[in-house]
């Protein structure tokens, strides 16, 4: 990419979406088309592809996804399936169809069996049942790979994939009806009393920064090109009691924790493999202590 090129940030007010945005604007590219919402509908074809024939993109980032957290995704099957075939379909599609250089797609470690052997290796897709909770996005991204590997091998369009783990940041969505679990609870901490959490607490997931995410990206737009699929990851993992115990610290929470142990923990460990990604120069800088301090600094801003 050269500082001109035409870059098209799909999703670009998301969490991760604006992390691109302000990764690419911090290396000087001066060209960002930020795709959102109110500009188009991702999930119409006719409206994607007339935005791609006015805008002209080089490049593409696919950060737009409908996404949601364990209720979200359990009690929304539909909409993740859906609106995330038609957002990833139109856009990849629309990309070939209009002469974009490369386009990276974005996915989530969900992609995996419940039961993959841990670090994660990118070999393990398909290799056995998927988590019940969150089949239905997981096949859309999982769709999203093929689509991506199908029209390199039929059409030689250059696209690429990348499945990151859970992940948090500025922008991020704090809802606690659809939000992830680090989101969650920063914002039980921080409105206080008695903070009720899933499971026991023995869990271990792996956390990663939007804006370390944003840096894999820009390495892998400029450096990776293959069909696989790649990792981004910490390639480390921590107890979901020791991330409470950590909120809970930098909130400067005071009130009690209640784990509420009839809600089932779910998978015990899910940690990625992350070498092949470290090996094109790229590895996580944001501790989870600091990255987390700036992300409850900028929810308490968003208060206001």
């Known amino acids: 990419m050269d500082k001109n090129s035409k870059i098209l940030v799909a999703g670009a007010n998301g969490m991760v979406g604006s992390a691109i945005v302000r990764n690419l604007e911090s290396k000087g590219y001066t060209n960002i088309i930020k795709g959102t919402r109110n500009d188009v509908n991702f999930t119409n074809q006719d409206e994607t592809e007339r935005y791609f024939c006015s805008k002209e993109p080089e490049y593409v980032f696919v950060a737009a996804a409908k996404v949601g957290g364990i209720l979200g995704n359990k009690n929304h099957k539909a909409e993740m399936v859906y609106q995330n075939l038609m957002i990833q379909n139109n856009i990849i599609h629309s990309s070939y169809l209009y002469g974009v250089k490369k386009l990276l797609f974005l996915g989530s470690s969900c992609i995996y069996p419940k039961f993959a052997e841990t670090p994660i290796k990118e070999s393990a897709l398909l290799s056995g049942h998927l988590e019940p909770t969150n089949d239905a996005?997981?096949?859309?991204?999982?769709?999203?790979?093929?689509?991506?590997?199908?029209?390199?091998?039929?059409?030689?369009?250059?696209?690429?994939s990348l499945m990151p783990?859970?992940?948090?940041?500025?922008?991020?969505?704090?809802?606690?009806?659809?939000?992830?679990?680090?989101?969650?609870?920063?914002?039980?901490?921080?409105?206080?009393g008695e903070v009720v959490l899933w499971g026991d607490g023995s869990p271990k997931r792996e956390f990663l920064h939007a804006d370390d995410l944003a840096e894999a990206c820009y390495v892998c737009m400029e450096k990776y090109s293959d069909s696989e699929h790649i990792n981004v990851g910490v390639g480390d993992d921590v107890s979901l009691k020791d991330l409470a115990n950590m909120i809970a610290d930098i909130v400067g929470f005071s009130g009690s924790i209640k784990w509420n142990t009839i809600v089932p923990n779910g998978t015990l460990r899910k940690v990625l493999n992350v070498d092949k990604i470290k090996s094109l120069g790229w590895k996580s800088q944001i501790s989870l202590h600091d990255g987390i301090s700036k992300t409850y600094e900028w929810y308490k801003e968003s208060l206001l």
């Open 137 to 160: 996005y997981a096949i859309a991204k999982i769709a999203g790979i093929k689509m991506c590997q199908s029209y390199r091998e039929q059409y030689e369009f250059d696209a690429i």
């Open 165 to 192: 783990c859970n992940l948090y940041g500025i922008n991020d969505n704090f809802d606690l009806q659809n939000s992830h679990v680090l989101p969650a609870m920063i914002r039980k901490f921080h409105e206080g």
